[in-house]
Every structure is written in C-alpha cells, then in structure tokens.
C-alpha cells in the first residue's frame, strides 16, 4: 500500500565504497525525484527524471548516478562514498513535471565511516 | 541564486495560534508550498498557493503575497502532534527550493 517506497531504511558503510539506493512508486506518476537532507536539516534537490528522461540534474558530484529503468522506478548509485554524502536521502514523486503536490517516500539514512 | 527564509525555531501553547513566515527572493516563481515534516519522517504536503491570498485547509490556512516576495503558515488551535519542522518551498520552473525550515515546539 505504500505509495512511495525506498530502500534500504538505513545504510551504513565505510569511505569509498559504492552503494545503491532503490526507489519505487506506485502512484502512476510520469515523475520522480532524489533530494538530499543534510544534518541541518536542508533539503536540496539532486535528480528529476519525468517518464525516464533526466530533466533536473543539479551540480551534485558525478559520483552519482541516477538511473530510471521505467517511470514507476528512480535508483541512485554513489559511488567513491566521502564522509560529506552521509545524509538522509529522499525519494519523491510527482503526477508530472508541473504537478503541484510531490509525495516523499520514508527516507534512506546514509551514514559514512 | 535562490533565497528562502525562514525563523529556525519557535515555540507556543497547546491550543494557541501560531504564523510561521517565509520570505523569498527566487530566479523564478511558479507556486509556494509548505510542507510538515516529523522527525525522522518523510516531509508532507500541507498547501500550495500560486495566486495571492489566503488559502484555508481545516486548521492551517496559508498566505501568499507575490509582490512581497512574502508568505505565512498558519496553524490554529495547535495540538502537541503539530510539533514538527515546516518547510516553506518555492518552486522555480520545474523545481522545488527549500528553505531550511522552522522547527515548531507545543507545550502543554
């Protein structure tokens, strides 16, 4: 029933290793999104993709990658993980690109040793 | 560059009345929302004003002013599960900026 789905819940893991996090609506919406929320609590946009196509690509470091097999799916892999990605990562998702409401999914808790 | 403010932090009573303000300066301008976000939970959607007013939904209401660059959360008859983060979030062109959000304590 869950309308937007990550995983994993929480992650833990040492420096400069690669990891992925899932991420899977079933809202029927064409877009999805990755945000990232420092320790400050800041939420800032990473990703957007609409039906597949990457829309919204801010300076984030190419070590990470974004990857939409279809439109119900958003994966994002890091890779060369530094001490400044542990944050909590969101997954989001939109009817379209100039829909009003996003919905969040539960968050990935990134934390690197 | 994009620029949202909000107060960090504020307090009230269980049954009080509390505006929590937002101000803008954004490249663009193409809706408001507010957001409540517990701890350790995802953020949700509370309103979304495009059009200068106010914009009422049960207990919280939501004002915007265009020209001011201006907008106010307001959060009637508090209750201690209102204790949250709200975020003000202004979307330009086709995304969403936050601000880093005003942290809400209800006291007994």
């Known amino acids: 029933d869950t309308a937007v789905s990550q995983t994993p819940k929480y992650l833990v893991t040492q420096m400069g290793n690669d990891k992925s996090i899932k991420c899977e609506q079933n809202?029927?919406?064409?877009?999805m999104y990755w945000y990232k929320q420092d320790s400050k609590k800041f939420l800032k946009i990473m990703f957007s993709y609409n039906n597949k196509e990457l829309i919204i690509n801010e300076t984030v470091p190419n070590r990470f990658s974004p990857k939409s097999p279809d439109k119900a799916h958003l994966n994002l892999h890091i890779n060369s993980l530094e001490l400044g990605d542990s944050a909590v990562y969101f997954c989001?998702?939109?009817?379209?690109?100039?829909?009003?409401?996003?919905?969040f999914g539960p968050g990935t808790r990134l934390l690197v040793l | 560059g994009q620029n949202i403010d909000q107060p960090t932090e504020m307090t009230a009573t269980e049954g009080a009345i509390v505006q929590i303000n937002c101000t803008y300066q954004?490249?663009?301008?193409?809706?408001l929302f507010w957001y409540q976000q517990h701890a350790g939970e995802a953020p949700t959607f509370l309103s979304y004003?495009?059009?200068?007013g106010l914009e009422e939904k049960g207990r919280f209401s939501s004002f915007l002013s265009r020209s001011k660059g201006y907008s106010y959360l307001l959060l009637k008859e508090l209750q201690m599960k209102d204790s949250a983060s709200y975020l003000c979030?202004?979307?330009?062109?086709?995304?969403?900026?936050f601000g880093t959000g005003t942290r809400l304590l209800v006291s007994p």
């Open positions: 979030a202004v979307r330009v062109f086709q995304k969403l900026v």
């Open positions: 954004t490249s663009g301008f193409n809706g």
């Open positions: 989001a998702s939109s009817q379209g690109a100039q829909e009003e409401t996003q919905y």
């Open positions: 809202l029927g919406h064409d877009t």
């Open positions: 004003n495009v059009l200068d």
